[in-house]
């Protein structure tokens, strides 16, 4: 089983079919909270929907397009950290998360995505990280901020996020500044 340990308190690990309930859980108590910001979340009632998700997260893995990792925080499951897209052609991935609401304002999520940026320039010669979040997303733009992201542009109209039309903020950051900032 692929984990890699954050901290203490804080690990990743490879999503698997036993997450299934536990996320159910999660999104159905949060659903209202995360639909802010995700499309996926009115359409998770049940069980099936988060194992056809781990199902085609795995496959994806195994074919190094994805990688979708749990949050492991004081040994729960609180949400998720991935590799949305991985692209070897341009050395480059796509960072997405999302945490359940009773564990925001910790750093549990800036400390799993610079983890990740570790693992992406160490591990698998990226030479870029990208993430997107709607504009309005504050906490999840300052999580870009926080690592040292640049804000390279607004896309406009990008995501119909539940009916609500929003834009997107794209952060990147390359190996050269990372290493820098290191």
Known sequence: MFT??????????LINTRFAPIYLDIVTRDQEYLSQWLVWPPH???EAFFLSFIKKSLHDYAEGKSLVCGIIYQGQL???VSYNTINQSLKKVEIGY???SLHQGKGIVSQAVAKLIELAFTQF???KVQISAATENTPSRKVCERL???LEGVIRRAENLNGRIV???IYGLDRA???IAD
């Open 4 to 13: 890699l340990d954050v901290n203490r308190d804080l690990k990743l690990e």
């Open 44 to 46: 998770a009632h049940n």
């Open 78 to 80: 609180v949400g998720s």
């Open 98 to 100: 999302w945490l359940s």
């Open 125 to 127: 010669g990226m030479e």
């Open 148 to 150: 040292g992201f640049t």
């Open 167 to 169: 834009d997107h903020a």
């Open 177 to 179: 500044t990372w290493q």
